[in-house]
C-alpha cells in the first residue's frame, strides 16, 4: 500500500462547478502539505501549502487538512477551463524529510 | 520557474550509454531533489542533496548517481542507461528543509 493514496481520475466537471480533489495517507507523521498543479509537459507549480490540520483559502482554491482522518482536499471554486490539468498531493514529516506525492488526479474543465 | 535550469530538456540516448542531466538554480538554495515521473507512479524522488557534497539516495536510486560539487549545480548521472529509465526528470528545490518545494521545467528522456 502507498503511502499517499490520490484517485488518478480522470475527473471532467462543467465549467463553474466547485471541484474536490482528494488524498489520503498512511503516515501519521506527515505535517506539511502541499498542492501541486501540472499542465500538460511542464512542471509541477505549487497551489498551496498548509502545516498540520485546518483550512487555507486562497482565491478560488481552499485547501483542508483532517489529520484525525489522515485525509486532504483542494476545493476549487468556479471552475474554469485554465485548471484542466493534473493535480498533485504532496506532503512530508518536520526536518530533513523527503516529500511525498500522490500520484495525480487528471483534471478536465468542461467550457 | 524560481530560478531553475534543466539542460538538456530532450534526448534520445542508446541503451548502455552514460547520460547526465543537469540542474542548475540561481538563488543558492541548499535543498536540491530529482525526480522522475511515470504514469501510475507519479514522482518518486531518485537523488537528493542538502548541499555541496551532501547528497544521499531516494527511493528509486539503483543506476544513479549524483554530484553537487557547487551550490548551484546538481548533475544526475546514469550510469549505463536502460529503457526502464525512460522517462520524464524534474529537478526540485526547497528554500529550506520544511517549505515548499519548486520544479523545474523537466527533462524528457527516452532510451532506446
Known amino acids: 500500500q502507498k503511502e499517499v493514496e490520490q484517485d488518478p481520475g480522470p475527473l471532467s466537471v462543467p465549467e463553474g462547478a466547485i471541484v474536490s480533489l482528494n488524498c489520503t495517507y498512511s503516515?501519521?507523521?506527515?505535517?506539511?502539505f502541499m498542492w501541486y498543479r501540472q499542465y500538460s509537459r511542464k512542471g509541477p507549480e505549487l497551489l498551496m501549502y498548509t502545516y498540520s490540520s485546518g483550512n487555507k483559502e486562497d482565491g478560488r482554491f481552499t485547501a483542508q487538512v483532517d489529520k484525525s482522518s489522515k485525509y486532504i482536499s483542494l476545493f476549487i471554486r468556479d471552475s474554469q477551463p485554465s485548471d484542466s490539468a493534473t493535480y498533485l498531493c504532496?506532503?512530508?514529516?518536520?526536518?530533513?524529510?523527503?516529500?511525498?506525492f500522490g500520484t495525480g488526479t487528471r483534471l478536465t474543465i468542461i467550457p | 520557474d524560481a530560478g531553475i535550469t534543466q539542460s538538456p530538456r530532450h534526448k534520445v540516448t542508446e541503451t548502455g550509454t552514460p547520460v547526465t542531466l543537469r540542474c542548475h538554480q540561481t538563488e543558492n538554495h541548499r535543498y536540491m531533489y530529482w525526480y522522475r515521473q511515470d504514469p501510475g507512479h507519479g514522482l518518486r524522488l531518485i537523488h537528493y542533496s542538502y548541499g555541496v557534497k551532501d547528497t544521499d539516495k531516494g527511493e528509486v536510486s539503483d543506476g544513479y548517481s549524483v554530484s553537487r560539487s557547487k551550490t548551484e549545480d546538481f548533475l544526475l548521472t546514469l550510469e549505463s542507461a536502460t529503457s526502464s529509465q525512460t522517462s520524464v526528470y524534474f529537478c526540485?528545490?526547497?528554500?529550506?528543509?520544511?517549505?515548499?518545494?519548486?520544479f523545474g521545467q523537466g527533462t524528457r528522456l527516452t532510451v532506446v
Open positions: 503516515n501519521s507523521a506527515f505535517q506539511y
Open positions: 526540485a528545490i526547497r528554500v529550506t528543509a520544511n517549505t515548499e518545494a519548486f
Open positions: 504532496a506532503m512530508s514529516p518536520s526536518g530533513r524529510e523527503k516529500l511525498t
